[in-house]
């Protein structure tokens, strides 16, 4: 059963630095949010689902908010800003308690208050008694709601959060039933280069202007997480930062994206490689897909900003010559053309990410996998050890996610890249898998159920 809806939401407003998204990872359980002394960090929206004792919100995370004339997203984030607030049951403006009371502070609480929704000012930092006590300067704000809260150690957010469900009905979490992996929703990440039309991607999918998009490279600065439903289908959509080659990565908030970014990886189901179709494919973007290779995640390439070269069958041609030549280790990945501006191939993308959802959780039957492996074998056979022939016996599959296939032969050590990459090709033609990176271990008799002794390939 599908755990229930949240019914309320609550979005994060404030200053830079004033502690936003570090309440918003320990709320949500996790690092998802970059935290850093550098004001500005978050730019932007992120929302997510918490469960957090006994109280079940989502929970709105935003850029801070200050006066910079010259900031190149201050209109951008000020935009986000207001989405966030309208989408929300209630408002958490954050100020800081070490810094007390700032003018912009009270100029933040005067527009919240326009948007006649319930304002719960969360004085944050408050990490000694004195400081969770006095409260005094806030006072002049005339706020009816003033909670003190420290979200580095965890003081006085629960108390926060019932003060909070007395006005705002955040209902008590329920225990969640079923299998986890059948519950969640498809992960799907959008891996590439800075500036490639990852941001314009995302908002083209879920027709909402939630990330900030600009012709300045490295705009998003850490991966997004946009919750999304399509068809009766739930996805987590997962923006990421551009990845530049490490030579070029130089500040430290872009290293900590390219981090962000990575770390994605370990969560998704199906990554979007997005190429620039307008630039010739470059080594980064073959790196970049090697970086997905590694983590074993299924794969399909978004070649956007197709519009451009509609028409120029020499460009076409070109473009497509380079990408066979520089990621010809991705010829089991869909590819797909796509124009993020006028929207040409979204449902050919989404057509593409679900078969291979369903390739990478696929399970294949043990028997139809051993007349595959027979036939496999007398067509080729594997290496012999001197005039002893290498047998393999049997194949079964272990795990999904991707599929991964242990075969037990008399000689392992005799199994050479060539033949892993042989038979991997012999169970993509029997069975199709496209999209999905398979996993294929060789295992002796001996070794049989012993765990983690087979030679992995």
């Excluded at 830079?16 to 730019?43: I, Y």
């Excluded at 992960?187 to 990852?198: A, D, E, Q, Y």
């Excluded at 796509?338 to 191939?345: K, L, M, T, W």
Aim: proline share 5%.
């Amino acid at each position: 059963m599908a755990p229930p809806q949240p019914v309320a939401a609550i979005a994060l407003v404030g200053r830079p630095n004033v502690g936003k998204s570090t309440l918003f990872n320990r709320l949500v359980g996790s690092r998802k949010a970059l935290v850093a002394a550098t004001p500005g960090l978050t730019r932007d929206r992120r929302v997510e689902e918490v469960r957090f004792n006994g109280f079940h919100f989502l929970l709105v995370d935003t850029g801070g908010m200050a006066y910079d004339p010259d900031g190149a997203f201050s209109t951008e984030i000020v935009a986000q800003v207001e989405a966030g607030v309208e989408s929300a049951a209630a408002v958490w403006l954050m100020v800081d308690a070490v810094e007390g009371l700032n003018p912009f502070d009270t100029e933040l609480y005067r527009w919240l208050l326009r948007g006649q929704k319930p304002v719960f000012v969360i004085v944050n930092k408050a990490d000694n008694v004195q400081r969770m006590t006095d409260l005094s300067d806030f006072y002049a704000l005339g706020a009816e709601h003033i909670l003190a809260l420290s979200a580095i150690h965890g003081h006085g957010i629960e108390q926060a959060l019932a003060q909070t469900a007395a006005v705002v009905p955040i209902r008590e979490a329920e225990v969640e039933s079923g299998d986890p992996l059948a519950e969640r929703p498809v992960r799907i990440t959008f891996l590439g280069r800075p500036n490639v039309g990852k941001s314009s991607l995302v908002n083209l999918i879920v027709d909402d202007s939630r990330m900030i998009v600009s012709e300045v490279a490295g705009t998003t600065r850490e991966a997004v997480d946009v919750p999304f439903e399509r068809q009766g289908q739930s996805y987590l959509l997962i923006d990421t930062a551009g990845i530049r080659r490490r030579a070029r990565t130089k500040e430290y908030l872009e290293k900590i994206g390219v981090l962000s970014s990575l770390g994605a990886l370990r969560r998704t189901d199906v990554t979007v490689l997005v190429l620039d179709a307008s630039e010739p494919i470059a080594e980064q973007d073959a790196r970049i897909a090697s970086y997905i290779l590694e983590q074993r995640r299924g794969i399909v390439i978004a070649m956007n900003k197709w519009d451009l070269l509609a028409g120029n069958a020499k460009k076409i041609k070109e473009f497509e010559f380079i990408m066979e030549r520089k990621l010809r280790f991705l010829q089991f990945a869909p590819r797909v053309r796509i124009s993020a501006v006028d929207g040409s191939g979204l449902e050919q993308l989404f057509k593409e990410i679900q078969t291979v959802y369903e390739n990478f959780s696929r399970r294949i039957q043990t028997a139809d996998l051993n007349r595959v492996v027979q036939m496999s074998v007398l067509r080729r056979s594997p290496p012999a050890q001197g005039r002893v022939p290498t047998k393999v016996f049997y194949g079964s599959q272990v795990r999904e996610r991707p599929p991964t296939f242990c075969f037990v032969t008399n000689h392992p050590k005799q199994i050479r890249e060539s033949y892993t990459r042989y038979m991997e090709g012999q169970l993509r033609y029997h069975f199709g898998l496209k999209g999905t990176p398979l996993h294929i271990l060789w295992k002796g008799r001996r070794e049989e159920g012993k765990q983690n002794r087979g030679r992995r390939s």
